[in-house]
Structure formats: structure tokens, C-alpha cells
């Protein structure tokens, strides 16, 4: 309850609490907050000898972070990601408080904290996902003595697109802002509310629907405002037409109605791509290429009849080419995504960087062979599910993969490759809705060398979301009627809420 619901340490002693205790265990004696804090510190310690353990036994690690502001504080939070048992753990390792500053060099120092807290040697670090950063990214080169371990955060990066091409067009910002002061009158006037959701049940709705308010700090918020406003428009256009609401701003006109049905559409396929590589019970260091190639021609296939519509499309294009085609020069997400049964190298745009990963790949299967399994980062892995996903992004893929000749061809460089890789690339690809480390599980006994690998670079987190979501949490845990928290109880109460239910009931 205190550590999963966000509630203080005072709830045991509210009425309604020991009224219900009393009706269905009135033998039981609720612990005062002194004993709850003994109990929870108690809970915390075996809880993290056992995520410890869990550490200990996994080859390798890949690390999420995220700075995150709680007033007047600002913190630090990690995340580790690793397999254990057959499955992909998830955990925060930490929150640790900052210095106002915020410089590389202190962040480094708060972070080297966190991960020296669970004896986490920097040689089982694949990777650390952040949010691009300059400050963070310096933590990473000073921790892990230089940047190819750190991938920057695919969705932080795919906001960052849309933000940016929708900021160039006043036409487009001008229609957004227009649904944005209708959007916050109906949430700030009950009568308009009241009549939108009566507007609605008119139409037969039985669960009337709210509007959703555009946030420019919350991922896709402007697709999914701009979204529902389209499912109300008509309702909303009776309330705001009925003659009732004087105050109530204009309604769109036709010509900006047909604006935001054509945003919905343009937006689409990022919040599409956000949504697949957000997730954090599956490995998606694989898809962030395979993502960023379907974006940029999906975007670059579009046509639309409204002229400020494709200059916006256009715009989206020109940042998709300036802040995600460069991730294919990420060795980590590049390895990956070749060691992904699924994609190998059908989404690499150029020959020569996806020729220059497959050396890399080649050196670290002689490191291996030469008893050095640390040669620059990670794994060991068992069955685990990953939600198949059936979207239109993923059309493109699907179409090159019909597209690719049956022979691959690999580069002139070729007999350099060590013979594993080489007739790995040789194989058919699978579906990509299976699992890929379930299909390495199998392939393990033909390419013992190469499915070492495979477990490294299929570890790293493709985005820092789990951070994100941890500081979602951090929030609720540091609030305003939690304030006497310590910095240690709230790294231990962040800590304990985001173990999953095997986890809590382990016994060491």
C-alpha cells in the first residue's frame, strides 16, 4: 500500500483503515509508522540482496537514465534491465539526489554511486540509454571511458522531430492552439462538459469520452489531443453553437477542421513508432533501425492535397534525416539490429556502415574465441514473450523483405567475416513478430559464438522510457503529502515499487 499505492506512512492510522481492519481481522494490530518504517527498511534490505543475486548472475546489464525535477529537488534515476531465470528483469537501481549544477562530471559521480551500490562492474554495462543530454552524455564518456556505450533515447528523439516540424508552420500551430483553448474551456467549465457529454449520449455513446489537452513535456499528447478532438468534433460544435456559452472560443472552421483530420494522419506513424519502441518488458535495441527506415519512407511516400499539410510532412522528413538516420551509425543499435533474425541488414541505407558493424561483430567473435568474453559488452538469455504488433509502419518492412533477392549479398569485405556471421547472413529472415531471443535459444547449438553475442547486443534498451516511468512514480512518492521523506526512504520506496510480484515474495 505505501510503496505501490504512494501512500504515507500516516495512512495506518486513518479511520477508515482501522475500521476496516477491525471488521476483517480485528485480532490483527496495526503497526504504528515508527514499526512500518522498521518494516520497510527491514523489506528493503532483503529485497535488494536478492536483486543483487539476480545482478550477480546476469551476464550483462543495460543501464536507462533520466534526470527528473521534484520541487524543489532534482534527482537522478536509474533503471537496469537484464535477464534472469528466462525472462527480461526490469528494476530501479537507484534514485540518487542532485547537485544544483548538474554538470557531467557530477552526474558521473551520482550515477557511479547508483551502480557501485550493487557492486556492478562497468565491464557488464552494455549500454546506457539516456535522453541525448550534453551533460549525461559526459557522464556516460567519463563511467564508461568513452560514448559507443551510449544510445540515445529513440523516443525522446522522435518527440523532438515532431515538436520541431510542427513549430515551423503557423498555419498548423495556429490550428493546434485553437483546439487547445476549446480543449481547456470544457475542462475548466462543468455546464460545458456537462452539455458535450449529454451531446454524446444523443449519439448513442454509453461511456462519455473527455478531451484531451495537448502537453509539450508528455509524449504524443498533441497527436492524441488532436485525435480525440476529431471522434467530438460534431458534439463539440453543437455545445459550442447552441448559443449557451457567450465566453466559449470559435469553433474550428471547415477548412481547419480538415487541417487536424490531416494531422491525425501526418502523426500517425510516430506515435506508432513511439509505441514500439517504448516498451520495457521486451528488448528493443533491434527495432530502433528497422523503425526509423519504415518512418522516413512512410513520411516520404505521403501526399497530401493541403499545402501547409505537406510542407509539414516535408519538415517532419528533413528532421527524421537530420536526428534519427544518424543512429545508424550506433554500433550498439546497429549490431543489434544485424544480430535480429528478423531484420539483419535489410534497413541499413548505407553499405559501407552496415560493411564496417559486421567487422566490428567479426573482432568481437575473436575476442571471444580468445577468452575475452568482456570485449566490449554482453549476455545469457531463456524464453521470453514479445506482443506482436500489426501496424502500418511495419508495412514497409514486410514489402523490402518481399523486395530482397533470396541470395544475400554480402559485402566485399566479406572474407574477413568470421564463418558464423557469414552463414548466419546467408540464412532466410523470420517473421517479424517472433521472438528473437526465443529464435537465438534455438539457433544457440549452430553459432555458439555468435549467439553470445546476439544475447549482448539484444539487451540494450532502445529508449530510456522504464527512467521516464520510473520518475512518473518518483513524483507520486515525493509529493506534497509525503514531504518529510527522506532522500534514502524515497530511493528505497521508488526502489520496492518497482519490483514485480516474484520479485517481492523471493526468499534469498
Same mark, same amino acid.
Given at each position: 500500500?505505501?510503496?505501490?499505492?504512494?501512500?504515507?506512512?500516516?495512512?495506518?492510522?486513518?479511520?477508515?483503515?482501522?475500521?476496516?481492519?477491525?471488521?476483517?481481522?480485528?485480532?490483527?494490530?496495526?503497526?504504528?509508522?515508527?514499526?512500518?518504517?522498521?518494516?520497510?527498511?527491514?523489506?528493503?534490505?532483503?529485497?535488494?540482496?536478492?536483486?543483487?543475486?539476480?545482478?550477480?548472475?546476469?551476464?550483462?546489464?543495460?543501464?536507462?537514465?533520466?534526470?527528473?525535477?521534484?520541487?524543489?529537488?532534482?534527482?537522478?534515476?536509474?533503471?537496469?534491465?537484464?535477464?534472469?531465470?528466462?525472462?527480461?528483469?526490469?528494476?530501479?537501481?537507484?534514485?540518487?539526489?542532485?547537485?544544483?549544477?548538474?554538470?557531467?562530471?557530477? %552526474? !558521473?559521480?551520482?550515477?557511479?554511486? +547508483? *551502480?557501485? /551500490?550493487?557492486?556492478?562492474? #562497468?565491464?557488464?554495462?552494455?549500454?546506457? =540509454?539516456?535522453?541525448?543530454?550534453?551533460?549525461?552524455?559526459?557522464?556516460?564518456?567519463?563511467?564508461?571511458?568513452?560514448?559507443?556505450?551510449?544510445?540515445?533515447?529513440?523516443?525522446?528523439?522522435?518527440?523532438?522531430?515532431?515538436?520541431?516540424?510542427?513549430?515551423?508552420?503557423?498555419?498548423?500551430?495556429?490550428?493546434?492552439?485553437?483546439?487547445?483553448?476549446?480543449?481547456?474551456?470544457?475542462?475548466?467549465?462543468?455546464?460545458?462538459?456537462?452539455?458535450?457529454?449529454?451531446?454524446?449520449?444523443?449519439?448513442?455513446?454509453?461511456?462519455?469520452?473527455?478531451?484531451?489537452?495537448?502537453?509539450?513535456?508528455?509524449?504524443?499528447?498533441?497527436?492524441?489531443?488532436?485525435?480525440?478532438?476529431?471522434? %467530438? !468534433?460534431?458534439?463539440?460544435?453543437? +455545445? *459550442?453553437? /447552441?448559443?449557451?456559452?457567450? #465566453?466559449?472560443?470559435?469553433?474550428?472552421? =471547415?477548412?481547419?477542421?480538415?487541417?487536424?483530420?490531416?494531422?491525425?494522419?501526418?502523426?500517425?506513424?510516430?506515435?506508432?513508432?513511439?509505441?514500439?519502441?517504448?516498451?520495457?518488458?521486451?528488448?528493443?535495441?533491434?527495432?530502433?533501425?528497422?523503425?526509423?527506415?519504415?518512418?522516413?519512407?512512410?513520411?516520404?511516400?505521403?501526399?497530401?492535397?493541403?499545402?501547409?499539410?505537406?510542407?509539414?510532412?516535408?519538415?517532419?522528413?528533413?528532421?527524421?534525416?537530420?536526428?534519427?538516420?544518424?543512429?545508424?551509425?550506433?554500433?550498439?543499435?546497429?549490431?543489434?539490429?544485424?544480430?535480429?533474425?528478423?531484420?539483419?541488414?535489410?534497413?541499413?541505407?548505407?553499405?559501407?556502415?552496415?560493411?564496417?558493424?559486421?567487422?566490428?561483430?567479426?573482432?568481437?567473435?575473436?575476442?571471444?574465441?580468445?577468452?575475452?568474453?568482456?570485449?566490449?559488452?554482453? =549476455?545469457?538469455?531463456?524464453?521470453?514473450?514479445?506482443?506482436?504488433?500489426?501496424?502500418?509502419?511495419?508495412?514497409?518492412?514486410?514489402?523490402?523483405?518481399?523486395?530482397?533477392?533470396?541470395?544475400?549479398?554480402?559485402?566485399?569485405?566479406?572474407?574477413?567475416?568470421?564463418?558464423?556471421?557469414?552463414?548466419?547472413?546467408?540464412?532466410?529472415?523470420?517473421?517479424?513478430?517472433?521472438?528473437?531471443?526465443?529464435?537465438?535459444?534455438?539457433?544457440?547449438?549452430?553459432?555458439?559464438?555468435?549467439?553470445?553475442?546476439?544475447?549482448?547486443?539484444?539487451?540494450?534498451?532502445?529508449?530510456?522510457?522504464?527512467?521516464?516511468?520510473?520518475?512518473?512514480?518518483?513524483?507520486?512518492?515525493?509529493?506534497?503529502?509525503?514531504?518529510?521523506?527522506?532522500?534514502?526512504?524515497?530511493?528505497?520506496?521508488?526502489?520496492?515499487?518497482?519490483?514485480?510480484?516474484?520479485?517481492?515474495?523471493?526468499?534469498?
Amino acid at each position: 500500500m505505501v510503496c505501490k499505492d504512494g501512500l504515507p506512512l500516516s495512512a495506518i492510522e486513518s479511520e477508515g483503515l482501522k475500521l476496516l481492519l477491525k471488521t476483517t481481522a480485528p485480532l490483527y494490530q496495526v503497526p504504528g509508522r515508527k514499526k512500518l518504517t522498521s518494516l520497510l527498511e527491514k523489506k528493503d534490505i532483503s529485497l535488494r540482496e536478492v536483486v543483487k543475486q539476480q545482478l550477480t548472475q546476469a551476464v550483462w546489464v543495460s543501464i536507462t537514465t533520466d534526470l527528473a525535477s521534484v520541487t524543489p529537488k532534482g534527482y537522478l534515476v536509474v533503471t537496469g534491465h537484464f535477464i534472469e531465470s528466462g525472462y527480461p528483469r526490469n528494476v530501479c537501481l537507484g534514485v540518487a539526489e542532485l547537485t544544483p549544477t548538474h554538470t557531467g562530471e557530477h %552526474l !558521473a559521480n551520482d550515477l557511479t554511486f +547508483v *551502480l557501485d /551500490s550493487w557492486n556492478l562492474e #562497468t565491464r557488464k554495462i552494455c549500454s546506457i =540509454t539516456t535522453d541525448g543530454g550534453a551533460n549525461i552524455i559526459g557522464a556516460v564518456r567519463k563511467i564508461m571511458g568513452g560514448e559507443r556505450s551510449h544510445v540515445p533515447c529513440m523516443a525522446h528523439l522522435i518527440n523532438l522531430c515532431v515538436h520541431q516540424a510542427l513549430s515551423k508552420s503557423e498555419k498548423v500551430t495556429s490550428v493546434i492552439e485553437k483546439v487547445k483553448l476549446i480543449v481547456a474551456y470544457f475542462q475548466r467549465n462543468i455546464s460545458a462538459s456537462d452539455a458535450l457529454h449529454a451531446a454524446q449520449y444523443k449519439t448513442g455513446v454509453l461511456v462519455p469520452l473527455e478531451l484531451i489537452q495537448a502537453v509539450y513535456t508528455r509524449w504524443n499528447s498533441t497527436f492524441y489531443s488532436l485525435e480525440r478532438f476529431t471522434q %467530438l !468534433a460534431r458534439c463539440v460544435s453543437q +455545445v *459550442l453553437l /447552441s448559443g449557451c456559452h457567450r #465566453t466559449a472560443p470559435a469553433m474550428l472552421t =471547415t477548412e481547419e477542421l480538415a487541417i487536424v483530420t490531416d494531422l491525425v494522419v501526418v502523426l500517425s506513424p510516430f506515435e506508432d513508432a513511439t509505441n514500439e519502441v517504448s516498451g520495457d518488458k521486451y528488448m528493443t535495441a533491434s527495432t530502433v533501425l528497422p523503425i526509423v527506415n519504415c518512418l522516413h519512407n512512410t513520411v516520404a511516400e505521403a501526399s497530401f492535397v493541403n499545402e501547409d499539410i505537406m510542407a509539414l510532412n516535408d519538415a517532419l522528413l528533413d528532421q527524421i534525416v537530420w536526428r534519427l538516420l544518424p543512429l545508424e551509425d550506433n554500433y550498439l543499435l546497429a549490431s543489434a539490429t544485424i544480430l535480429d533474425p528478423r531484420f539483419k541488414m535489410v534497413h541499413f541505407r548505407s553499405p559501407m556502415r552496415s560493411s564496417k558493424v559486421l567487422q566490428w561483430i567479426s573482432r568481437e567473435m575473436r575476442a571471444v574465441v580468445n577468452g575475452n568474453p568482456y570485449e566490449d559488452s554482453n =549476455t545469457q538469455q531463456r524464453k521470453v514473450e514479445r506482443p506482436c504488433v500489426f501496424g502500418s509502419l511495419w508495412n514497409i518492412h514486410d514489402r523490402l523483405t518481399k523486395q530482397e533477392a533470396a541470395a544475400v549479398e554480402l559485402p566485399g569485405s566479406s572474407d574477413e567475416l568470421h564463418p558464423e556471421l557469414k552463414l548466419y547472413l546467408k540464412m532466410p529472415k523470420v517473421d517479424r513478430t517472433q521472438c528473437p531471443l526465443k529464435l537465438w535459444l534455438d539457433l544457440e547449438k549452430s553459432f555458439p559464438i555468435l549467439a553470445r553475442l546476439a544475447f549482448k547486443y539484444l539487451t540494450v534498451m532502445g529508449s530510456s522510457v522504464a527512467s521516464d516511468s520510473v520518475v512518473s512514480h518518483l513524483n507520486t512518492t515525493a509529493s506534497d503529502v509525503r514531504n518529510r521523506l527522506s532522500p534514502a526512504h524515497i530511493n528505497m520506496l521508488v526502489f520496492m515499487s518497482s519490483l514485480d510480484y516474484n520479485t517481492w515474495f523471493s526468499e534469498i
